[in-house]
């Protein structure tokens, strides 16, 4: 069996802590593992055998998913850039296309990058019990067993009460409230967990039968795709042709060959705050918080601070959330609408909706801790045996000052080593290239000055890790 994950999502609903380039599931909210981690490690320790899944990730997160894996020993058998979004339809068909093109028909287990599960036991039995069915050409959806009436789910619809897999009778869309009070008195209704188990060939005439469109784009932008490192790149142009669709609207509503596994595991999607503040560990009053956090006469509160002291007074069921440029604070009950706010970052262009301050980039990262009308101050931080790309910039100058660690620094046709105190100049127009030759993180500041100073500013003549020029990354 081999594990899908889809990795695409940009898990709005968990800002300021989730952004575009760096979304909910490469982020730890609890113990520490991120969610995507968690997934792989929850895989691992329910498989026999190496894990080698088959991983569908933004083209703009590739370096996270490479890095998350390399973190565990885990090595993807295939790591599939979307190079646009175009939901799960389009993401799970290229995964078995993919899997496909290996030669074997393999049963796939397609799984969400960021849900979070209690019981382990109950989730090895589930797939158990779903992979007979799959292995008889049937698409295999698990059921999750609702414990309250939820209107941000949709529903599945079976015949009996039952603990054993059946057919599915209907997909059902999210209720009111009302409504999904009657599904869970009924018994016979179960949330949609967005888990699949199918064999690779069934998923595939489906795909035919049902969304013939969207499997044609796909096997284009898999025939056009270029393998980069450990990468494959889907050809732009073909995949944007794929209607964007979710796998519930092209295949799970119109097949009859849909059968659903019923799933007690202690699921939760992590899809807002509310749902951080249930899986986190609480005190008496009922509140749950990360980092350094001080509450008084404040109940059923999720507090995370990530770069200075919080202190809540005399509030119930909040949400206050703290990054190094952003403080959100919600009512809990009002969590799902914190993509509201998202939406109108991005109508007024500010950047706080796709980047931290903090960038990670697959040799390091940096913070931009000042910055004003003609100048900007990063501190940056090079992993090991990593280095940036050979560049230069038109319109600014940069002060390189060595905090810790080694510096190898090409300035033209000169090549200097620097440790720690000693600094550099690079003229505007001066190709250049950092590199950490030594086996400590290199740490320095990097003082910009010129009359424009944006991260397209670059001019990139080699780069080890495949990034275009026109790629706004330094």
């Given at each position: ?6 990795s ?12 575009a380039?760096h979304?909910?599931q490469?982020l ?21 055998g190496?894990?080698t899944?088959?991983?569908?990730s933004?083209?703009d997160?590739?370096?996270l998913?490479a890095?998350?894996?390399r973190?565990?020993?885990i090595?993807?058998?295939a790591i ?9 339809a ?10 496909l093109?290996t ?8 799984l969400?990058?960021?849900?979070v599960f ?11 019990k ?11 959806t ?10 941000g789910?949709?529903?599945i619809?079976?015949a ?12 059902v ?5 009302a ?8 018994g016979?209704?179960?949330w ?6 199918f ?11 049902h ?22 790149r889907?050809?732009?142009l ?5 209607e964007?669709?979710s796998?519930?609207?092209?295949v ?7 059968s ?8 939760n ?5 509310s749902?951080?503040w ?19 006469s404040?109940?059923?509160?999720y507090?995370h601070?990530e770069h200075?002291m919080?202190?809540?007074?005399g509030?119930d069921?909040v ?16 969590s ?5 706010l ?29 910055n ?17 790309s050979?560049?230069m ?8 000052i ?8 090409s ?5 200097l080593?620097?440790?720690e ?5 690079i003229?505007?127009?001066?190709v250049?290239a ?10 320095m500041?990097?003082?910009?000055s ?5 991260e ?19």
């Amino acid at each position: 069996m081999i594990p899908v994950i889809l990795s695409g999502g940009s898990g709005s609903r968990l800002w300021p802590l989730s952004r575009a380039m760096h979304p909910k599931q490469f982020l730890t909210l609890s113990g520490d593992q991120s969610l995507f981690q968690s997934t792989l490690s929850r895989l691992a320790g329910i498989q026999d055998g190496p894990l080698t899944p088959i991983v569908v990730s933004n083209e703009d997160h590739r370096f996270l998913v490479a890095e998350q894996c390399r973190a565990l020993n885990i090595n993807p058998q295939a790591i599939l850039l979307e190079p646009i979004g175009r939901n799960t339809a389009p993401a799970i068909a290229a995964a078995v296309v993919k899997a496909l093109a290996t030669g074997k028909d393999e049963l796939l287990l397609v799984l969400p990058a960021d849900h979070v599960f209690d019981d382990l036991d109950a989730l090895r039995e589930a797939f158990e019990k779903g992979a007979p069915a799959a292995r008889d050409g049937r698409i295999v959806t698990f059921g999750i067993v609702p414990n309250k009436a939820e209107t941000g789910y949709g529903y599945i619809r079976v015949a009996d009460k039952s603990n054993e897999i059946q057919p599915v009778q209907a997909f059902v869309e999210k209720p009111d409230l009302a409504t999904a009070e009657q599904y869970v008195a009924d018994g016979r209704y179960y949330w949609n967990s967005g888990m699949f188990l199918f064999q690779a060939s069934s998923m595939l005439a489906q795909l035919r039968e049902h969304a013939p469109q969207v499997l044609a784009a796909v096997e284009a932008a898999l025939s056009n795709a270029k393998e980069d490192m450990d990468f494959t790149r889907l050809d732009m142009l073909s995949f944007a042709a794929a209607e964007n669709i979710s796998i519930d609207y092209a295949v799970m509503e119109r097949s009859d060959q849909v059968s659903v596994v019923p799933l007690d595991a202690g699921w939760n999607d992590v899809g807002s705050w509310s749902a951080v503040w249930e899986i986190a560990d609480k005190d008496a009053q009922g509140n749950a918080s990360r980092g350094d956090v001080m509450l008084e006469s404040t109940s059923n509160a999720y507090v995370h601070a990530e770069h200075r002291m919080v202190t809540v007074l005399g509030l119930d069921d909040v949400i206050v959330v703290e990054t190094a440029d952003a403080v959100m604070v919600a009512a809990k009950d009002k969590s799902q609408d914190v993509k509201l706010l998202v939406d109108r970052i991005k109508q007024s262009a500010r950047t706080e909706a796709t980047n931290h301050r903090k960038v990670y980039r697959p040799w390091g990262a940096y913070d931009s801790i000042d910055n004003g009308p003609r100048y900007q101050v990063k501190r940056i931080t090079v992993s090991p045996g990593q280095k940036l790309s050979v560049q230069m910039h038109h319109h600014r100058a940069e002060h390189w000052i060595v905090v810790t660690g080694t510096a190898k620094v090409s300035l033209g046709d000169k090549e200097l080593l620097l440790t720690e105190n000693q600094s550099t100049y690079i003229p505007v127009g001066i190709v250049h290239a950092l590199e950490n030759p030594g086996k400590i993180p290199l740490e320095m500041i990097e003082v910009q000055s010129g009359t424009y100073l944006g991260e397209d500013d670059i001019v990139r003549f080699e780069d080890r890790y495949g990034r275009l020029v026109a790629e706004k990354a330094c």
